[in-house]
């Protein structure tokens, strides 16, 4: 466990320092105001951010293999033993992903990134 506290200050040092090296413009928008905000990054929450960050991405892809799988199902390209073992599998994804976000104090929708005009990044899961 210590080393992966390590490896996460590691980490964060290395995040920290490059979005230092990242100049902002005049026309960049203050945070807060405009459709899209401008990263903000804080040393002490690096380590949050990037979990969120990928929590966000496993939670795209989860969300696209169960549509996926669905899909399948409704084709009936899939036997039943298969479905039943997909079924599973997404059930246990969704119950980690439940405690990853209860582990780092963050909610589904705190994963669903704002695109601006384009929308949401994650469709709105329904259940």
Do not use: W
Request: with cysteine.
């Amino acid at each position: 466990m210590a080393d992966d506290d390590a490896r996460f200050g590691e980490v964060a040092r290395a995040a920290a320092r490059a979005f230092d090296l990242v100049p902002t413009g005049p026309d960049d928008p203050a945070p807060g105001r405009g459709i899209a905000q401008r990263l903000e990054t804080d040393p002490d929450t690096v380590e949050r951010d990037l979990i969120k960050l990928v929590l966000t991405i496993v939670e795209l892809l989860r969300q696209l293999m169960e549509r996926t799988a669905l899909h399948r199902v409704d084709e009936g390209d899939l036997r039943e033993d298969q479905e039943e073992r997909i079924g599973m599998t997404l059930m246990i994804l969704r119950d980690r992903m439940a405690e990853l976000c209860e582990r780092y104090d963050l909610t589904m929708e705190d994963l669903n990134l704002d695109l601006g005009p384009l929308g949401s990044l994650l469709p709105r899961d329904p259940g």
